[in-house]
């Protein structure tokens, strides 16, 4: 059973902090890794994918990936009260991609 | 640019009716799946299809529901004898043949069904 375990939060945090999201997975054969954002009443939109162990960063955006601890997660810096979401995270393994349920951030002005 | 396209958007059903809800991939797009999202919860997997291939349906409810894509066309989910509980927001996504393991899924707008 693949399984992809989120903090459902909620998750508040003040304009202009940094929001941490974490996610763990259960499949070590996982590939490849995503963020999607998902506002109330919309499709998820992707916004990160990270393959290898380490940072990459896009903006205000920097995914984290540990595979030997199964461990992916996403910083948003400078979070704005936009960024108000849910936040999901997919693990892909030959294309079986799993989705975590989601954590809900809220970033107060 | 041609996204995710499923329709229709709002589906309402009575009770015992059917409900086909429709997804065309986006261009070069070989794989779809699709998803149920009830109010305040997360994705739930429900089916895995290449073009007239099913390769994963572990998600789906063994009765009532059926997915296909043919070789021609969008791919169907199908809900047979709908009931109040089938109603949800269901999102079909895409991802290309090449880079397996790699890609990302591309979401639809979605279906948004409701069972009177």
């Known amino acids: 059973q693949k399984e992809v375990e989120q903090n459902s939060g909620p998750l508040s945090v003040p304009e202009g902090a940094i929001a941490s999201l974490n996610c763990t997975y259960s499949d070590r054969g996982s590939q490849s890794f995503f963020w999607y954002r998902q506002y109330s009443g919309k499709s998820p939109e992707l916004i990160m994918f990270i393959y290898s162990n380490g940072d990459k960063e896009d903006g205000r955006f920097t995914a984290q990936l540990n595979k030997a601890s199964q461990y992916v997660s996403l910083l948003i810096r400078d979070s704005q009260p936009s960024d108000s979401a849910t936040y999901l995270c997919?693990?892909?393994?030959?294309?079986?991609?799993?989705f975590g349920a989601g954590t809900r951030l809220t970033v107060k002005p | 640019n041609a996204g995710v396209m499923q329709n229709p958007r709002h589906l309402v059903r009575r009770r015992g009716q059917e409900a086909r809800l429709r997804c065309s991939p986006m261009k070069g797009h070989s794989h779809v799946y699709w998803y149920r999202q009830l109010p305040e919860e997360g994705l739930k997997f429900m089916v895995y299809?290449?073009?007239?291939?099913?390769?994963?349906e572990s998600g789906m409810p063994k009765e009532r529901f059926s997915a296909e894509f043919p070789k021609e066309g969008p791919s169907i989910l199908r809900i047979q004898q709908v009931v109040r509980g089938d109603s949800a927001a269901y999102f079909c996504?895409?991802?290309?043949?090449?880079?397996?393991?790699?890609?990302?899924?591309?979401f639809g707008d979605g279906t948004r069904l409701s069972i009177l």
């Open positions: 996504a895409s991802s290309p043949r090449d880079g397996v393991g790699y890609q990302p899924q591309h």
């Open positions: 997919a693990v892909n393994f030959n294309n079986d991609m799993r």
């Open positions: 299809l290449q073009k007239e291939n099913i390769i994963d």
